[in-house]
């Protein structure tokens, strides 16, 4: 399976954005999909997660702002981004939530880019 993220854009702080990440294949199979980001110089960091159930994970720095959601039929997982604030400037992947939930990482994608200035 290959992820390609887009969706991605310049907006002022306080807009809002929505990101899809497109699988080539199923993601029924797959046990837990994400968004992480990546700023300069920064670690990447996990922005949102959704269990094969539905059920959601989010770390506070995003938690109330960002939704992720997945449309199994589509082989799409989508991010709503609310509220945007110039600390969420970014590359963002998508990719599966790692060996820790059973699934191997997939080669990490191109990424879309998130700028959020005024």
């Known amino acids: 399976v290959q992820l390609v993220e887009s969706g991605g854009g310049s907006v002022q702080p306080g807009e809002s954005l929505t990101l899809v990440c497109a699988a080539s294949?199923?993601?029924?199979?797959?046990?837990?999909l994400g968004w992480y980001r990546q700023a300069p110089g920064k670690e990447r960091e996990l922005v949102a997660g959704?269990?094969?159930?539905?059920?959601?994970t989010y770390p506070d720095h995003s938690k109330g702002r960002f939704t992720i959601s997945r449309d199994t039929a589509k082989s799409t997982v989508t991010l709503q981004m609310n509220n945007l604030k110039p600390e969420d400037t970014a590359m963002y992947f998508c990719?599966?939530?790692?060996?820790?939930?059973?699934?191997?990482?997939?080669?990490w994608g191109q990424g879309t880019q998130v700028t959020v200035s005024s």
């Open positions: 959704i269990l094969r159930g539905g059920r959601t």
């Open positions: 294949g199923s993601i029924l199979p797959i046990n837990g």
């Open positions: 990719n599966t939530l790692g060996p820790r939930l059973g699934d191997p990482y997939l080669r």
